[in-house]
Each structure stands twice: as C-alpha cells, then as structure tokens.
C-alpha cells in the first residue's frame, strides 16, 4: 500500500489554465505539506495544513491554493499557470508536534507550455 | 531569515571511498535535524537528530549533530553506486510543523 500517494504523476498543460494536483495519505497523520522541487533540485516548502493551522510560505502567489476535503487529503489546485510554475511538486505528511519525519509521495512533474 | 545550507553542492567518488556531507543550520526554535536520500523520485528518511553528541548509524551511514556549531554531518563508508542520489538535510522547528530543507548534496559514485 502506497503510503503518500499523488496523482497525476505527469501533467503537461498550457500558459493561463488551471489545474489540480491530488494528494492522499493513509498513515494516520495528522499534517500535510506541499513542495517545490525546481530544475536545481531544491526542495522549497509552500504550504503546511493541519485541522487546526494552515501556514503558507509567503513567497508562495495567491495563483497557489490547497484544499483539505478531510485529514488524509490535501490538494493543491493552481490558477493561471505561468511557464515559472513547471517544476516536481511533492507531496508529504507527517504527525503534528512530535519529533518525527515527513514521508512524501512520488511527485508530480508539471510542465507549463 | 531561517537557513539550511549543505557543502559540498556534488561530488564524485570511487567506489570503496569515504564520504562526508556536511550540514549548518540557522533556525528559530529548532527541534530536529533530519536527513533524507532522494534517487529518482520521493525523497526517503535516513535519519532524525535531536540531541548534540549522539551518533545515529544504520549500516555504512552514520550522521551526528552538533547543536554548538549548528551543524550535522553524514558520513558513508565504502561508498557502493547504489549510494549515488541527492543527499538532503531538512530541519524542522517547535513552531509550526514545517521541514526546512537545504540546496542538497549531489553524490556519484563510480565504479
């Protein structure tokens, strides 16, 4: 059983349209992230959701937004798709407040056209 | 502005070498440091750090923390290719669930 699971894992899409990008875990946890992956490998956290807290990145356009229909899944859906926007977007989650790891999904590659 | 960098940026080594990849950290309200192996696609844990001193050793990887001088090192001996991938650190703070991560370590290993 996949433990992070993301889906698509490849989208191809045109400047200006919109898109989502799901996200599902079954670990039990309780908080999930989203990130950037760029060209250069780095890993850049947008957003940390809990049902108690959501904190975004300030860095991070107001194009980007996630939506938590319940504890186990968290998707980010993107308005107006710029070419800067193509990059791996991961997925992860983890416990709330205790010393422990995130475990991530397997990424979805967006590439803007 | 909180700040995770990582050195050397890749490296390359023979097979049978000793590696060691280095980590600092600026941070508010640390809590932990934790390294992560990242081949193709999802990054995976290796290990987590919370206390100066304490060596965490699985196999031929160890790491250690130094809460004095900021910073974490993780070594492998007897590098193997399967080893090459992206090493990366993340610290994650009290405040706020979220894992910080650094520009990573690039390493090759040749046969």
């Known amino acids: 059983d996949t433990a992070v699971s993301q889906t698509p894992k490849y989208l191809v899409t045109q400047m200006g349209n919109d898109k989502s990008i799901k996200c599902e875990q079954n670990?039990?946890?309780?908080?999930m992230y989203w990130y950037k992956q760029d060209s250069k490998k780095f890993l850049k956290i947008m957003f940390s959701y809990n049902n108690k807290e959501l904190i975004i990145n300030e860095t991070v356009p107001n194009r980007f937004s996630p939506k938590s229909p319940d504890k186990a899944h968290l998707n980010l859906h993107i308005n107006s798709l710029e070419l800067g926007d193509s990059a791996v977007y991961f997925c992860a989650s983890s416990h709330w407040g205790l010393n422990t790891e995130a475990f991530f999904g397997q990424g979805t590659r967006l590439t803007v056209v | 502005e909180d700040k995770v960098v990582q050195s050397p940026l890749s490296l390359v080594v023979h097979e049978g070498d000793t590696v060691t990849l280095n980590c600092s950290y600026e941070v508010t309200n640390f809590r932990s440091l934790l390294w992560y192996k990242q081949e193709k696609k999802a990054p995976t844990f290796l290990f987590m750090l919370t206390s100066s001193g304490i060596e965490k050793k699985s196999g031929r990887l160890s790491s250690i923390l130094d809460k004095k001088e900021l910073s974490s090192i993780l070594n492998i001996t007897a590098t193997q290719t399967g080893d090459s991938a992206i090493y990366l650190c993340a610290v994650d703070r009290n405040t706020g669930n979220q894992f910080y991560f650094g520009t990573g370590t690039s390493l090759t290993v040749i046969p």
């Open positions: 670990l039990g946890h309780d908080t």
